[in-house]
């Protein structure tokens, strides 16, 4: 890739990631046209020449020196704002990505199932394979084995729920 195509995709990239921040938490305000790791730039830039020098980066503990080279497309030794986004956007994703991961999957529709009253007492079984989630275990109305369906497909990361829950009848 060359730099232009570069900082397109770390454009886009840093777009999907505002949108889907955005959507996360309303709470959350961002600055007109202010990349979303703007303030964090400024904090960092002690000197406030624009860029992140090493000793400036140091404290920030996630920027080991492995990291900022890599980061360094223009081999300057220092990381300007769009060198310094464009890493945190990475990290930004793999987050994303860990957070979708099978095992949250599985712990966050286990919680979800225990939070309902319903269906607590019941022992609802959860495995999940590439964000495909399968449910198994007995439960005494078609109702509830309903509920857990929806209740697990609004996790978050979840792709598809295939239902194998048996009613005891
Ligand atoms: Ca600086
Ligand atoms: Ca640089």
Redesign the pocket.
């Known amino acids: 890739m060359n730099n232009l195509t570069k900082s397109i995709v770390a454009i886009a990239v840093s777009g999907f990631v505002i949108s889907a921040y955005a959507h996360e938490s309303d709470s959350m305000t961002m600055g007109d046209n202010q990349s979303p790791n703007h303030q964090t730039f400024t904090m960092?830039?002690?000197?406030?020449?624009?860029?992140?020098?090493a000793s400036?980066l140091s404290k920030d503990p996630s920027f080991t020196k492995a990291r900022i080279a890599k980061a360094d497309h223009d081999n300057d030794g220092?990381l300007d704002e769009a060198e310094y986004t464009e890493q945190k956007v990475m990290t930004g994703e793999s987050e994303v990505k860990q957070v979708a991961s099978d095992s949250w999957i599985t712990a966050q529709a286990k919680t979800q199932l225990l939070a309902e009253e319903s269906l607590k007492s019941l022992k609802i079984s959860v495995e999940t394979f590439k964000g495909e989630v399968l449910l198994s275990g007995f439960v005494s109305t078609e109702a509830l084995k309903i509920k857990a369906k929806n209740i697990v497909s609004k996790v978050k990361g979840v792709k598809s729920v295939k239902n194998g829950i048996v009613v005891k009848k």
């Open positions: 960092f830039d002690t000197n406030k020449d624009g860029v992140l020098s400036e220092t």
